[in-house]
C-alpha cells in the first residue's frame, strides 16, 4: 500500500496518496502483523509519508520523519526515492539549522509514533 501510496504521491495525486499510506499503516498497526513487522518496514512507510510532506510542502515535517526513519531503519537508507526526494525537497526550503532541528526531533521518536502517524 505504501509503494502505491509513493506512485499517488509522484503522479501528483495527494489525497490518493494520504489514503495509500493511510491503509499501509493501518495493516502495520494490526495486532497480528505487528508481530512480525520489522521496524525497516516501518520505516519504508514512514519515508514514503516524508515524501508527501514535502510534495505538500509541509518541509519541517517532512525533515522530522526522515529523522524518524532514521531511528526505525538504524541508518538513512541511500536507495530510497523518497527518502532522497524528501530530503532534497525539505532542504531546499529551509535554512540548514531549521532542517537540523527537525531532524534531530525526529531522531527523538519511537515505533510508536510512527504507528500513530497520520498521512
Known sequence: YSKAGCLAEQEGDLSAAADWHARALQVLGDSQVLLLMTNPALATVVEGIAALAAARGEHVRAAELLGLAT??????????LELARAKAASRAALPEAEFAAAYARG????RADALALTP
Open 107 to 110: 531522531l527523538q521518536l519511537s
Open 71 to 80: 531511528v526505525l531503519q538504524g541508518f538513512a537508507s541511500p536507495a530510497s
